[in-house]
């Protein structure tokens, strides 16, 4: 490790597209057991010292400490991923957000002091990166359509660099760090079953007795009001190389599917609505010929942000 002032930066096997970013310091000195959300609250406001735009996407305690995640704009004006571990001592990693995703279980392996994995050989990718997603949840829907480095969004023609979008999506749906999971319950009901709970204000009257909200916890969690929203994406390659503003349509697409959230704030927890169910679950429900299948599960803002940070991967 070198020393850079108090920091000592870690030394990390080298992956295609580049080289984690870790450094290791002395941890704060606490008058208490480390609190996750006062953390990261204190860990934001230091953080804006160097980054602009900075928002807390994750914070939580694990047996090594409380891991906190941030998504920021760094001093290029390129999306970062900041993830900082404070236990014994702190190790803070940065990785641009289009490496997040493939970096962090080798960051995560340097920073616990483990040896890297082995590596996995692949192809580089071919053709240039290219995503669209459509968030429902703002007064005028908006479109993000990336192609490469660049982003534009819909309708109001902003060009932004494309490292930004997840983290500027994140931002504009108010997500944050939430409550973790529990038992990790699920459930199972219809959408128009979904619909009327939730203009409802929560009340039960009309839903099925086969659903089980009550145990679940969801019928308390959608008496909070939650915020409901959701993102279409798709994203893929296109080898055509056509000029960086020209339309894509020649693209592959890889994959699509749709973010759907239901979030209650920092404290009311939130969870993801899920379409596409497997038959052995859809067949339990007693549903009307063409109602939709619809599950309910408990998630986090991180795996919110890191399903956004797949549309520049």
């Known amino acids: 490790?070198?020393?850079?002032?108090?920091?000592?930066?870690?030394?990390?096997?080298?992956?295609?597209?580049?080289?984690?970013?870790i450094v290791r310091g002395p941890a704060p000195e606490l008058a208490g057991p480390a609190d996750p959300v006062a953390l990261a609250?204190?860990?934001?406001?230091?953080?804006?010292d160097r980054f602009t735009d900075v928002w807390a996407v994750d914070a939580v305690a694990e047996r090594a400490g409380v891991r906190l995640v941030h998504a920021a704009t760094g001093?290029?004006?390129?999306?970062?991923?900041?993830?900082?571990?404070?236990?014994?001592?702190?190790?803070?990693w940065v990785s641009p957000v289009p490496r997040y995703l493939a970096e962090r279980e080798?960051?995560?392996?340097?920073?616990?002091?483990?040896?890297?994995?082995?590596?996995?050989?692949?192809?580089?990718?071919?053709?240039?990166?290219?995503?669209?997603?459509?968030?429902s949840c703002v007064p005028e829907p908006?479109?993000?359509?990336?192609?490469?480095?660049?982003?534009?969004?819909?309708?109001a023609d902003r060009a932004v660099p494309a490292s930004t979008v997840p983290g500027l999506l994140f931002?504009?749906?108010?997500?944050?760090?939430?409550?973790?999971?529990?038992?990790?319950s699920m459930v199972v009901t219809t959408?128009?079953?979904?619909?009327?709970?939730?203009?409802?204000?929560?009340?039960l009257s009309g839903v099925p007795e086969a659903v089980d909200f009550d145990s679940s916890g969801?019928?308390?969690?959608?008496?909070?009001?939650?915020?409901?929203?959701?993102?279409?994406?798709?994203?893929?390659?296109?080898?055509?190389?056509?000029?960086?503003?020209?339309?894509?349509?020649?693209?592959?697409?890889?994959?699509?599917?749709?973010l759907e959230v239901l979030d209650a704030g920092p404290d009311g927890g939130l969870w993801r609505v899920l379409t596409d169910l497997p038959e052995a679950l859809a067949d339990d429900l007693a549903a009307a010929p063409g109602e939709e299948p619809v599950a309910l599960v408990r998630s986090t803002g991180l795996a919110v942000f890191d399903e956004l940070a797949q549309l520049v991967a």
Do not use: K, N
Request: charged fraction near 25%; proline fraction near 9%; glycine fraction near 10%.
């Open 1 to 21: 490790m070198t020393t850079v002032d108090q920091w000592r930066r870690v030394d990390v096997p080298r992956l295609r597209g580049g080289r984690p970013a």
């Open 41 to 48: 609250t204190d860990v934001t406001a230091g953080l804006a």
């Open 75 to 92: 001093p290029d004006g390129e999306g970062v991923v900041i993830e900082t571990l404070v236990g014994a001592d702190v190790a803070c």
């Open 106 to 135: 080798a960051a995560r392996r340097a920073i616990a002091g483990r040896p890297p994995s082995a590596a996995h050989p692949s192809d580089p990718d071919s053709g240039v990166r290219v995503a669209e997603a459509y968030l």
């Open 142 to 155: 908006l479109v993000v359509r990336c192609r490469g480095p660049l982003a534009h969004l819909l309708p």
């Open 171 to 184: 931002a504009l749906v108010g997500c944050g760090p939430r409550p973790l999971p529990g038992d990790g």
């Open 191 to 203: 959408r128009s079953t979904l619909d009327r709970l939730l203009a409802a204000d929560g009340a």
């Open 218 to 258: 969801a019928a308390e969690f959608v008496a909070r009001r939650p915020a409901h929203w959701w993102l279409d994406w798709s994203y893929g390659r296109d080898v055509a190389q056509l000029p960086a503003d020209e339309d894509w349509s020649t693209a592959v697409v890889q994959r699509q599917g749709r």
